[in-house]
């Protein structure tokens, strides 16, 4: 019997599947989180951009921009998403590294470390 991503007993083809779909989940995870972190970059350059062009650089005064305001407040949601998305790509590669694990058997994994 073998584990699948959500915990569940299953077969060996749906095991081959579950492999499948990590490793596609794992590339979607890095794929999703360079993406934010390229856009939360873009708009820390729009904000201090702002910043200079209207010479006010504190959000709390009264007459900072609307507009470095909102991309600031934008730019910061993508940074928590990109820290989330973190955090799902940390579980799923934890269960992809478990399910190599299981797959290596402990007679493989004994050798292994025999050798090194």
Same mark, same amino acid.
Do not use: F
């Given at each position: 019997?073998?584990?699948?991503?959500? $915990?569940?007993?299953?077969?060996?083809?749906?095991?081959? %599947?579950?492999?499948? /779909?990590? =490793?596609?989940?794992? %590339?979607?995870?890095?794929?999703?989180?360079?993406?934010?972190?390229?856009? #939360? !970059?873009?708009? $820390?350059?729009?904000?201090?951009?702002?910043? *200079?062009?209207? =010479?006010?650089? /504190?959000?709390?005064?009264? #007459?900072? +921009?609307?507009? !470095?305001?909102? +991309?600031?407040?934008?730019? /910061? *949601?993508?940074?928590? +998403?990109? *820290?989330?998305?973190? !955090?799902?790509?940390?579980?799923?590669? =934890?269960?992809?590294? %478990?399910?190599? &694990? &299981? &797959?290596?058997?402990?007679?493989?994994?004994?050798?292994? %470390?025999?050798?090194?």
């Amino acid at each position: 019997m073998t584990l699948s991503i959500d $915990d569940r007993p299953g077969d060996v083809s749906r095991w081959v %599947t579950c492999s499948a /779909d990590l =490793k596609r989940r794992i %590339t979607t995870l890095r794929v999703l989180i360079a993406d934010c972190d390229r856009m #939360a !970059a873009a708009l $820390d350059n729009e904000v201090r951009d702002e910043e *200079n062009r209207v =010479k006010i650089y /504190d959000p709390a005064d009264v #007459a900072y +921009s609307i507009y !470095a305001k909102a +991309s600031a407040s934008r730019r /910061d *949601n993508l940074r928590r +998403s990109a *820290n989330e998305l973190r !955090a799902h790509l940390a579980e799923a590669e =934890k269960a992809a590294w %478990t399910a190599v &694990q &299981q &797959q290596e058997g402990p007679g493989r994994r004994e050798a292994a %470390t025999a050798v090194s």
